[in-house]
C-alpha cells in the first residue's frame, strides 16, 4: 500500500525514485479491541491494534505549542510542468500532498496504522468485501464549499480511469457510490481481501466542483488535461507562487479546517514551503552551501565523505547528521535491472552471470568510502527477507507451488559473489564465463558472442542525468573483463521517464520499496499482468506463474505468520531467478541542514518528521544569519 503520512519527510523525498520506502498491505485491521461487523472504527492497524485510542487529543511525538512562522526551502532535482495530480504523464509539481489530502492518513511513531483526516471513521463487514467511509461534518475546500461523498465518488472514477497504475491498483474495486448524506462505500469483486479497505483510505480527494467549473478567463477546467493554474484543494497549504519549471512556493492555509483536529495538532508549522529545481546535483549543493536552500538529503557517499567542510559546517551553522528513523521497519531491493522484455535477457544464467561480473567490494572501498552494505534480499533491512534454507511453514508453501521454480530455492541459500580479494575476483570472473558459456555464448577476442548473431554481448544502460555515471563506469570496468560491453547513456529527467515509462531500455538502475506488510502492490511490482502495462512498475517484466501464486499467498495471508512464510518464499524465487544484480544500501539518512529549525525530541521512532512537525527557530535563525 502506498503512503499516507502528509507531507511529511517520508513523502517529500525520493516521490520518483525508490520511491515506496512506505509502502503498506494488510492482514489484520483493528481499533483497540477487534469491533464487529459494522462498527465504526477511528482507525486501523495492519498489524494489530492501533497505538491511539478513540478521542485521543494528539499525536504522542508533536509539540502542541510548536510556534507558527517562517520559510523552509528545498531543492528537486529535474522540472515540473504540471499541477494536475492525476495525469500519469508529465512531471507533476512535488508538494502537491500540501494541497490535497486523503481519507487516512498515517502515524510516525507505529507502522501500518491509519488514522482518519478527510473521513473520521469507517466500517466494513467481516468478510471484507466491502468499505464505508463517513466524512468529518467539518471538512472543508479552500473556497469554503465542504468535502462531500460526490468528490470522493468523481475522485476515484477520473484516478483510475486517466492513471493505468492507479487503475491496476484498484482493479478489485467494483464500485464507488454515496451511501448517505456524508457517507463512500467502495464495493469489491472479491472477499477476504484484508488490504482491500485500507488502500481506498488513501485515495488522493480532489474538489469535483471547482475542476468541472471555469478559470478566471472564463475557461473551462479540464481535469484530462495538464495545467498550471494554482488549484484549490482542503490541505493546510495552497499555492502561493510558481515560476514554471523552476520554482513553486506554497502558503499555509492560516483557516485550514483540520487544524485542530487531532491528527493535526503539532503539524504544519511553517508559514511556506518552497521548492527550487535545478538540473543537476551539483547546482543543487552549491545552491545549498551558500544558504538559498535549507535542507539537504546527501545522495553521494563521496561528497558525504569529503565535501562537507565549508565555511558553515565548521562554524556550526549548518547541521551534519546520520538519521536511521526512516529505516528501521522499511525493506528495499534496488539494483541494475534488466529489462526482460529483450529476448537477450531471457536465460537465468545470462543474468546471473551480470551479477559474477559486478565488484561491489571493491566499489565500496574506493567510491562510497565504506558506507554502504550489499542488498540481498528483496525485503533488505525488515523480518520479511530469507536467510538460510526454506523451514516449516515457508517451505510448505513452496513445495505446494503449482509452477516450477530453481532448484536452488530449495537446496543452495543465496549470496552475492564478494570481491574482497584478488582471488575472489578472478574466482568471480571464472564463474561468470562458466555461466555465459552455459547461456551459449561463446568467448572470442575477449568479448562474448552471441552465436545467433556472431556480434558481441551489448547492454545500454540508461541514467537519469549524470550522478550516477562514476558507479556505472566502475561497472563497465568490471563487465568488460568477461567480455560483456556495456553502453552508458546520460539522459535528462524527462527523457529518461518518457523511456522508463516505454520500457525503452535493456538496463536501468531502479527497484522497490517494502514495508512489513506487502500485500496487493506486489502483482504491480512482480504480477504477470503487470508486465505489459506502461505505467506499471514491473520495471523488468516479469512473468512468471510461481511469482503470481505466491504473491496471491502474501495478499490472501491469513495471519501474521502465513504472511512472514510466504512473503520470504517469494523473495527466495525472485532472487534465484535473478531479474537484478542488487546493489547497495544505506539504512540511514544523511541529512544537512541549516540550523534555523527544531523538532520535538525525541523525533517519532519510524520518521524524521521534516518539514511536517519540525518549526522555524527565531533565535537560531537570528545567529545563523547574524
Known sequence: MQCV?????????????????????????ASGAFAQDGEWRHGTSLLGPVKYPAGFARFDYVNPDAPKGGQVRFAQNGTFDTLNPVLPKGDPAIGLGHVYERLMTSSMDEQASEYGLLADALRYPDDYSSVTYRLRENARWHD????TPEDVVWSFNVTTELDPQKR??????????????????????????????????????????????????????????STLEPPIGSGPYMVKHINPGRSITYARVGDYWGRNENVSIGYYNFDEIKYEFFRNDTAEFE??????????????????????????IKDNRVVKKIFENRHRTSGLMVGFLLNLRQKKFDNPKL???????????????????????????????????????????ELEILKGLKSPVPEEVFTTVFENPKGDTRTDDRNNRRQALRLLKQAGYVVKDGWAIDPETGKPLTIELILNGPAFEPLSLRYKDTLKRIGVNLKIRVLDSSQYIARLRNRDFQMIYSGWGQSLSPGNEQ????????ADKDSSQNYAGIKNPAVDELINKVVFAKDREELIAASKALDRVLLWNHYIVPGWSLRAS??????????PDPLPYYAIGFPSIWWYDDAKAAAVTK
Open 287 to 312: 545552491a545549498f552551501k551558500s544558504g538559498a536552500i535549507d535542507w539537504r538529503e546527501e545522495s553521494t557517499a563521496k561528497v558525504w565523505a569529503t565535501q562537507y567542510e565549508f565555511p558553515a
Open 144 to 147: 469554503g464549499k465542504p468535502v
Open 5 to 29: 503520512s502528509r507531507a511529511s519527510s517520508n513523502c517529500l523525498y525520493h516521490l520518483k525514485a525508490i520511491v515506496a520506502l512506505c509502502l503498506l498491505a494488510s492482514f489484520a485491521l
Open 523 to 530: 502483482f504491480d511490482y512482480f504480477g504477470s499482468a503487470a
Open 351 to 393: 543474468r546471473q552471470a551480470l551479477n559474477y561480473g559486478f565488484n561491489f567490494e571493491e566499489l565500496n572501498r574506493s567510491l562510497f568510502y565504506g558506507q554502504y552494505s550489499r542488498i540481498g534480499s528483496y525485503f533488505y533491512g525488515n523480518e520479511l527477507a530469507s536467510g538460510g534454507l526454506p523451514q516449516g511453514k
Open 590 to 599: 544523511r541529512i544537512a541542514h541549516w540550523d534555523k529549525f527544531s523538532h
Open 168 to 225: 491496476f491498483y484498484y482493479k478489485h474495486v467494483k464500485s464507488a457510490e454515496k451511501t448517505g448524506d456524508r457517507e463512500v462505500t467502495f464495493t469489491f469483486d472479491q472477499v477476504n481481501n484484508r488490504e482491500l479497505p485500507h488502500i481506498v483510505g488513501q485515495l488522493l480527494v480532489l474538489p469535483k466542483h471547482w475542476w468541472e467549473g471555469t478559470d478566471p478567463k472564463g475557461n473551462k477546467r479540464d481535469i484530462r488535461a
